[in-house]
T-cell receptor
Framework: GIQVEQSPPDLILQEGANSTLRCNFS?????LQWFHQNPWGQLINLFY???GTKQNGRLSATTVATERYSLLYISSSQTTDSGVYFC???????????FGSGTRLQVQP | DAGVTQSPTHLIKTRGQHVTLRCSPI?????VSWYQQVLGQGPQFIFQ???????GRGNFPDRFSARQFPNYSSELNVNALLLGDSALYLC?????????????FGSGTQLSVL
């Protein structure tokens, strides 16, 4: 099955800093999503982005499907951005998302 | 509109027992998926149901089973519980108009097996 790798595994930022999280996937995908898991375990869908670029407030994401990677940009980070960010991909013909191991982000005041 | 709802939120069982977890999808969503998340790891796919039919199954033993009801709600059943089944069990729903798009997750059921 498809392999999903995320980097970096851990990230510590000062409030107001910008960051880029990377997701590499091993095969062609028809579904690529980014999630934020808060300290209470809730998984929030940030982006459904199998290709192209999307923006939502301080967050934006870009997927280059031909090169098999996706990037999540966080600008002007806030303490509420802390948590674990997961990238998940679904390859053609399958019905399951394969999650990466996540990037644990800590934003300090 | 309510999001994906799961019950119970927490559950403690002993080895060998059976457990049933429940999920109600977002109104209008016909697809339900189940994922298991062990502490420190990303969620792992267990099952996907659409229109009451199983459409996908992950690499889990036959002790795990699920079903979807006519109102699109779903149950996940686990028999003969093992210590290793302790995890956060997440349910997700999606519209699925021919293929799966954006998944919306519930808050999960935290299962502890003693």
């Amino acid at each position: 099955g498809i392999q999903v790798e995320q980097s970096p595994p851990d990230l510590i930022l000062q409030e107001g800093a910008n960051s880029t999280l990377r997701c590499n996937f091993s095969d062609s995908v028809n579904n690529l999503q980014w999630f934020h898991q808060n300290p209470w375990g809730q998984l929030i869908n940030l982006f459904y982005i199998p290709s192209g670029t999307k923006q939502n407030g301080r967050l934006s994401a870009t997927t280059v499907a031909t090169e098999r990677y996706s990037l999540l940009y966080i600008s002007s980070s806030q303490t509420t951005d802390s948590g674990v960010y997961f990238c998940a991909a679904m390859d053609t013909g399958r019905r399951a998302l394969t999650f990466g191991s996540g990037t644990r982000l800590q934003v300090q005041p | 509109d309510a999001g994906v709802t799961q019950s119970p939120t927490h559950l403690i069982k002993t080895r060998g027992q059976h457990v049933t977890l429940r999920c109600s999808p977002i109104s209008g969503h016909k697809s339900v998926s189940w994922y298991q998340q062990v502490l420190g790891q990303g969620p792992q796919f267990i099952f996907q149901y659409y229109e009451k039919e199983e459409r996908g199954r992950g690499n889990f033993p036959d002790r795990f089973s699920a079903r979807q009801f006519p109102n699109y709600s779903s149950e996940l059943n686990v028999n003969a519980l093992l210590l290793g089944d302790s995890a956060l069990y997440l349910c997700a729903s999606s519209k699925e108009t021919g293929y799966i798009e954006k998944l919306f997750f519930g808050s999960g059921t935290q299962l502890s097996v003693l």
